[in-house]
C-alpha cells in the first residue's frame, strides 16, 4: 500500500507538471488575462492546440527517462535525450537553453557551453533548468537531491540561482511524494538551502507578490506561492497559470508541487482528457517510481 501510495503522488507531480504547462502555454508571454481562464484552450504565440504540452513537460520526460534508463543522473546520457527534443522542437526553447545546444551542436563541450552562454548573455539565471528537474525529486530521496539538482542545473545553466531554486523545489517535491506534509517540506528545503538570495525569497514567500518571469527565482516563488496558499490542485495551477507571463513554466512548477502533495486522485478528469501525452507521462511516472530510490 505505502508503494501505491507513493506512485499516486510521483504520477501525480509529473502529470500536474504537464498540466500546468499546456494549462498555461496559451497565456504565455502575455499580460494576466482579464477573464480567469479555468480550462484548456488553444492558441498562444506558438498557435498551440487545445491540451498541447511545450518543451516544459518535453524536458521534465527527458530527465524522468533517462533515470529510468540509466538507474542514477547520467550527464552525458540526459544531454543527448535534452537535445534530441531541441532539436524537433527549436522554436519552443528559451534563449539560454537554445544558445547552449546550438553550442553543443558545434561540438562544444558542455560545461563550456553552459558558462560561454553565461558569459555571453551576461547571465544564465533564466527557469528552463528548474522546470525540468521535478523527476530528480521523484526519483532521489531528499537527502540525495539537492547536489544532484544543482548539477543537473548547471549542465545547461552556469549562474548558481537556478540551481539553487531547482534543488529546493525538488526537496519539497521528493518529501511529499514519501508522504511528508506540504509545510514540513518546506520546512526542510528551507533548511537546507544555501544560496542567500534564495533563501530570502522563497523563504520568505509571503512577503512578496508573485511576479510569473523567466527568471529562476521570481518563477520558483511565483510557483511557490500559488501551491503553498492553495486548498485544492486545480486551484494551485489555475492560480499560477493567470497570473500570466512565463504562464506555462509557472504552470508547470507549481503543478510538480502540487501533484506530489496532492497525487494523481486529485487531477480534475477534464484534464486527463485533453492533456497530450497523458498515457505516456504515466507509463513513465510508474517506471521511474518503480527504479526511485526509496
Given at each position: 500500500m505505502r508503494?501505491?501510495?507513493?506512485y499516486?503522488?510521483a504520477?501525480?507531480?509529473?502529470?500536474?507538471?504537464a498540466?500546468g504547462?499546456a494549462?498555461?502555454a496559451p497565456?504565455?508571454?502575455?499580460?494576466q488575462?482579464e477573464?480567469?481562464?479555468?480550462k484548456?484552450?488553444p492558441?498562444?504565440r506558438h498557435f498551440r492546440k487545445?491540451g498541447?504540452?511545450?518543451?516544459?513537460?518535453?524536458q521534465?520526460?527527458?530527465?524522468?527517462?533517462?533515470?529510468v534508463?540509466?538507474?542514477?543522473?547520467?550527464?552525458?546520457?540526459l544531454i543527448?535525450?535534452l537535445?534530441?527534443?531541441?532539436?524537433k522542437?527549436k522554436?519552443?526553447?528559451?534563449?539560454t537553453?537554445?544558445?547552449?545546444?546550438e553550442?553543443?551542436k558545434?561540438g562544444t563541450?558542455p560545461?563550456?557551453?553552459?558558462?560561454?552562454?553565461?558569459k555571453?548573455?551576461?547571465g544564465s539565471?533564466?527557469?528552463g533548468?528548474?522546470?525540468?528537474g521535478?523527476?530528480?525529486?521523484?526519483?532521489?530521496?531528499s537527502?540525495?537531491?539537492?547536489q544532484?539538482?544543482i548539477?543537473?542545473?548547471?549542465l545547461t545553466?552556469?549562474?548558481?540561482?537556478p540551481?539553487?531554486?531547482?534543488?529546493w523545489l525538488?526537496?519539497?517535491?521528493?518529501d511529499?511524494?514519501?508522504?511528508i506534509?506540504?509545510?514540513?517540506?518546506y520546512?526542510?528545503?528551507?533548511?537546507?538551502?544555501?544560496?542567500?538570495?534564495?533563501?530570502?525569497?522563497l523563504?520568505?514567500?509571503?512577503?512578496?507578490?508573485?511576479?510569473?518571469?523567466?527568471?529562476?527565482?521570481?518563477c520558483?516563488h511565483?510557483a511557490?506561492?500559488?501551491f503553498?496558499h492553495?486548498?485544492?490542485?486545480?486551484?494551485?495551477?489555475?492560480?499560477?497559470?493567470?497570473?500570466?507571463g512565463d504562464?506555462?513554466?509557472?504552470g508547470a512548477?507549481?503543478?510538480?508541487?502540487a501533484?506530489a502533495?496532492?497525487?494523481?486522485?486529485?487531477?480534475?478528469?477534464?484534464?486527463k482528457?485533453?492533456?497530450?501525452y497523458y498515457?505516456?507521462?504515466l507509463?513513465?511516472?510508474?517506471?521511474?517510481w518503480k527504479?526511485?530510490?526509496k
Open positions: 508503494f501505491i501510495s507513493g499516486l503522488h504520477a501525480g507531480s509529473l502529470v500536474a507538471l498540466f504547462d494549462l498555461g497565456l504565455e508571454g502575455s499580460a488575462p477573464s480567469w481562464v479555468t484548456m484552450l492558441g498562444g487545445k498541447q504540452i511545450t518543451d516544459d513537460t518535453l521534465a520526460m527527458a530527465v524522468a527517462e533517462s533515470l534508463t540509466c538507474g542514477e543522473f547520467d550527464q552525458k546520457d543527448l535525450r537535445f534530441s527534443g531541441y532539436e522542437y522554436e519552443w526553447y528559451g534563449p537553453s537554445s544558445s547552449f545546444f553550442l553543443i558545434s563541450l560545461h563550456r557551453a553552459a558558462w560561454l552562454v553565461h555571453k548573455r551576461h539565471r533564466s527557469n533548468s528548474v522546470m525540468r521535478f523527476p530528480l525529486g521523484i526519483f532521489y530521496p537527502h540525495e537531491v539537492y544532484i539538482s548539477a543537473c542545473s548547471q545553466h552556469f549562474d548558481p540561482v540551481a539553487h531554486c531547482s534543488a525538488n526537496i519539497m517535491v521528493s511529499m511524494c514519501r508522504g506534509s506540504r509545510q514540513k517540506a520546512r526542510h528545503a528551507r533548511s537546507l538551502c544555501m544560496n542567500d538570495e534564495v533563501y530570502a525569497i523563504g520568505n514567500y509571503e512577503n512578496y507578490s508573485p511576479d510569473p518571469s523567466l527568471d529562476a527565482v521570481l520558483s511565483a511557490l506561492f500559488s503553498m492553495a486548498r485544492t490542485l486545480e486551484g494551485a495551477i489555475l492560480s499560477a497559470v493567470n497570473l500570466g504562464a506555462d513554466t509557472v512548477c507549481c503543478g510538480a508541487l501533484g502533495y496532492w497525487g494523481l486522485e486529485a487531477i480534475p478528469e477534464w484534464c482528457t485533453d492533456l497530450e498515457d505516456e507521462l507509463k513513465i511516472a510508474d517506471a521511474l527504479r526511485a530510490k
